[in-house]
Every structure is written in structure tokens, then in C-alpha cells.
């Protein structure tokens, strides 16, 4: 398969600090792999903070990818049973969003993109951005460790 065929999903959570790196990021994905679908927690999609707000960030998304922002359950869902995605990036990954994937907890457009794509057994990349990751969050980071098709990406 040619790299500008492959269909990646790049889900953004709640980890504001790291937006404009994100942002770097999905930019970098997006000239690498060609379109990308975008998704993003409900609580991104509408939490202005002192990093920017959250309208300037989903049309900064939007810009980059070309395609609508997925920000909702309902919108999330169909990602596994029409199988939509090749690849799932999950960054910034917040602890909470963490623990929602370790422990099967689907009440976000995040989450829910995550469990309908790995229902297809296909790889979820998961970039961890979170305080505690060696702490409160490091149960949660072995109980992914050993999950199929979940691979933990660390920032070099």
C-alpha cells in the first residue's frame, strides 16, 4: 500500500499545553500520509483556555486536514463496523483518556473512535501526555502495554 492511501484517524484529547504540538504534529501526518481525519474530545472541541480557543483550534484542524472535525460519539461510531480508518493516533493523550482506553470506557468521540477502530483490529497509536504517566497513570499505561494492537509512542 502506497503511504498516501493509507486512511489515518489523528484524535486530539483534553491536554491543552500540548495543542500546538499536536497541531506540529497532525501538520507533519497530514503531508506524510495525505488526508487525515481529524478527532477531538467534546471537552477540546469546546474548552477555551489560556492556550487558545477552541474555535481557532478546530479551524486550524479543519485547515490542515481538509475534512470536518469529529467531535462526537454518534460521529465517532461508525470508524470500526465501516471500517474507516487504517491507522488511529491518538496525541496528546491525556491520563484520563488513558484509563477511559485501559479500562473500557467509551463516553467520548475519542474513546469511541479508539474502541470502534481496534474492533477491526487494526493499530491504535496512542502518544501519552500526562503528569503522572509514572504514577498514577502507570497501572493503566501496563494495562495497555499488553493490549493487541495498541502501540505507546514516546516523545524522543
Known amino acids: ?69 469529529v467531535s462526537t460519539v454518534a460521529g465517532a461510531e461508525p470508524i470500526g463496523p465501516k471500517g474507516l480508518l487504517d491507522v488511529l493516533v491518538i496525541c496528546p493523550c491525556t491520563g484520563n483518556t488513558l484509563a477511559k482506553l485501559a479500562h473500557g470506557v467509551t463516553d467520548t468521540s475519542v474513546t469511541m473512535a479508539a474502541k470502534a477502530h481496534l474492533r477491526n483490529g487494526r493499530p491504535l497509536v496512542v502518544a501519552v501526555s500526562t503528569n503522572d504517566g509514572l504514577g498514577a497513570s502507570a497501572p493503566n499505561l501496563g494495562i495497555l502495554l499488553n493490549r493487541k494492537h495498541v502501540f505507546l509512542e514516546t516523545h524522543r
Open 1 to 69: 500500500m502506497n503511504l498516501k492511501e493509507l486512511r489515518v484517524g489523528f484524535a486530539f484529547c483534553g491536554s491543552f499545553c500540548t495543542m500546538s504540538q499536536a497541531l506540529d504534529a497532525l501538520e507533519q501526518t497530514a503531508a506524510r500520509f495525505g488526508p487525515v481525519t481529524p478527532i477531538v474530545s467534546e471537552t477540546a472541541a469546546s474548552t477555551d483556555t489560556r492556550f487558545g480557543a477552541a474555535h481557532d483550534f478546530m479551524r486550524e484542524m479543519e485547515r490542515i486536514c481538509g475534512r470536518r472535525v
